[in-house]
């Protein structure tokens, strides 16, 4: 079993900048693929970013390439997103997850925090 807890959302104004993070305790962090989704509401809970286990390889949705950074520390047992140029589309509750599949999208998961909720005003 893998706890996960997710710190770092806020409000913050377009074009600004916040770093959220997702401690797990339980199970050896380093097994899992990290990543992070979001939900806005009325829609579906979609991928933002993830990354393999030794933090070397990471993915991101289209639409925050370029913007999001997903880095991972194995000692802390912590996985980060750095969240650049926010846009009022970024506008979501942001879970950080924890999986054990081979690919980056939802089934892969196992394990999901309880969410942060980032507002972006325009």
């Known amino acids: 079993q893998v706890q996960l807890v997710e710190s770092g959302g806020g409000l913050v104004q377009a074009g600004g900048s916040l770093r959220l993070s997702c401690t797990a305790s339980?199970?050896?962090?380093?097994?899992?693929?990290m990543g992070w989704f979001r939900q806005a509401p009325g829609k579906e809970r979609d991928i933002v970013a993830a990354?393999?286990?030794?933090?070397?390889?990471?993915y991101y949705a289209e639409a925050v390439k370029g913007r999001f950074t997903i880095s991972r520390d194995n000692a802390k047992n912590t996985v980060y997103l750095q969240m650049n140029s926010l846009k009022a589309e970024d506008t979501a509750v942001y879970y950080c997850?924890?999986?054990?599949?081979?690919?980056?999208?939802?089934?892969?998961?196992?394990?999901w925090g309880q969410g942060t909720q980032v507002i972006v005003s325009s």
């Open positions: 990354i393999t286990r030794g933090g070397t390889i990471p």
């Open positions: 339980g199970r050896t962090f380093s097994v899992y693929i």
């Open positions: 997850a924890a999986g054990t599949g081979s690919g980056w999208l939802k089934p892969n998961y196992d394990y």
